[in-house]
């Protein structure tokens, strides 16, 4: 997945969250059409495609620019300013439908469930659950110190969204459009880094090229080689349908029907069939996803990292994208902490100046709201790297 500045015939956040929604929608829809007993679902809280659907839509909204990467410096650099729940794109997307994306002023200050009436997007408890990969506030240590769904400023959104979910589970259409999301991620970035030329699926299906990636593979995540020992196998079953290409990506036309077709079997095979299921309570999950489909999955993943992410060259990108957002951080916190030169702030933020969030939270609001092209092109601006008087930005 790519910057939507990268040309148009990449994945983006935006494609990307429209085929979550699309996969997810087809999954429930999928899973209803077996007919499960109505007490499994109602187990479970509940099955609604249409939810699904929207929380595709929603999930990926606080990714801030550069992905990963950019999540990780704007955590540490929050972290740094002993704001404890740092930054995390998941807590981040609940906070924007829930209380930074405008909606309408035609209504009170606090509505009749008490929340705050005029901001975010009044979705629905199951939307909000649905988008809730993580239903809880940061941990003070192990997995739950990682990854986290909601921020403490936040808490009484989440508290209503929450209301009759006891514990820390989440709902069956979050464990679904999770799926979604690893299977669409997974696949359609084989596909645009195939195209790029920087995947050489023509290899990797065969010979030297695969033994080379699957011993980097072993190398680096020792938990996924013990849980399959012939990865091999798996990876030839994986590329089955890409087995055919023979040369690097070049666009004739046999490549492109190759490319399409393959990824829509991949993705049939991931989420139909015994792919996945509905557990049947008490389960820890309510969903179980074949044990074989999940190392598939993990294994396209490996191969976008082992190529892309951690690749030399794509290193010393994200290194220059990392220190963009650390400056443009620095800067900010600046004028947000003293009040000093508030006109480099963009209108949507000086509103906020007196929302009562502290100066960690909205320089990370800030940002996140940005597109990568605009942090490159702020960045430029507020360090002189290429003086632009007459040029105007606006969040």
């Known amino acids: 997945m790519v910057s939507a500045s990268e040309g148009d015939y990449f994945h983006n956040r935006l494609t990307h969250s429209l085929k979550v929604a699309q996969v ?39 990714h801030p620019p550069f992905g990963h990467d ?116 997974a696949v359609h970035d084989l596909e645009d880094f195939y195209r790029a030329g920087m995947v050489p699926i023509h290899l990797l299906a065969r010979g030297s090229e695969q033994e080379r990636f699957i011993e980097a593979v072993t190398q680096r995540d020792k938990f996924l080689a013990q849980e399959h020992a012939d990865l091999q196998e798996i990876l030839r079953s994986v590329l089955g349908p890409l087995v055919v290409l023979d040369v690097p990506y070049d666009g004739q036309r046999r490549q492109r029907t190759i490319i399409n077709e393959a990824t829509s079997t991949l993705i049939t095979r991931f989420i139909t069939g015994k792919a996945v299921r509905i557990s049947e309570p008490p389960a820890e999950r309510s969903v179980e996803i074949d044990p074989v489909i999940r190392r598939q999955v993990d294994l396209l993943k490996e191969v976008t990292r082992y190529y892309v992410i951690d690749h030399p060259r794509i290193a010393s990108i994200r290194e220059g994208q990392r220190e963009m957002l650390r400056k443009l951080f620095d800067i900010y916190i600046e004028v947000v902490e003293r009040k000093r030169k508030p006109a480099l702030l963009p209108q949507a933020a000086r509103d906020r100046l007196d929302s009562g969030d502290r100066a960690p939270r909205l320089v990370a609001d800030l940002l996140t709201g940005m597109t990568e092209r605009q942090v490159i092109q702020t960045y430029q601006r507020l360090t002189g790297i290429v003086p632009s008087p007459i040029s105007y930005f606006d969040l």
Not at 73 to 80: L, S
Not at 141 to 158: C, H, L, N, P
């Open 70 to 185: 950019g999540e990780e410096v704007i955590c540490q650099a929050v972290e740094q300013l002993n704001h404890g729940d740092g930054f995390e794109g998941n807590a981040q997307s609940f906070r924007i439908v829930t209380r930074l994306a405008t909606h309408t002023d035609n209504v009170p200050d606090l509505d009749d469930q008490g929340r705050d009436g005029d901001s975010g997007l009044n979705l629905t408890r199951a939307t909000l659950n649905a988008i809730l990969k993580y239903p809880w506030t940061r941990g003070e240590s192990g997995y739950r110190r990682e990854k986290w769904g909601v921020y403490d400023a936040d808490k009484d959104q989440f508290e209503w969204a929450r209301h009759g979910h006891h514990g820390n589970r989440r709902v069956l259409e979050a464990e679904l459009m999770d799926w979604a999301d690893d299977v669409t991620y």
């Open 24 to 62: 997810g929608r087809r999954l429930a829809e999928r899973l209803l059409e077996d007919n499960p007993p109505p007490e499994l679902i109602d187990a479970w809280g509940g099955l609604d495609p249409d939810v699904i659907e929207t929380a595709g839509l929603a999930h990926d909204l606080g």
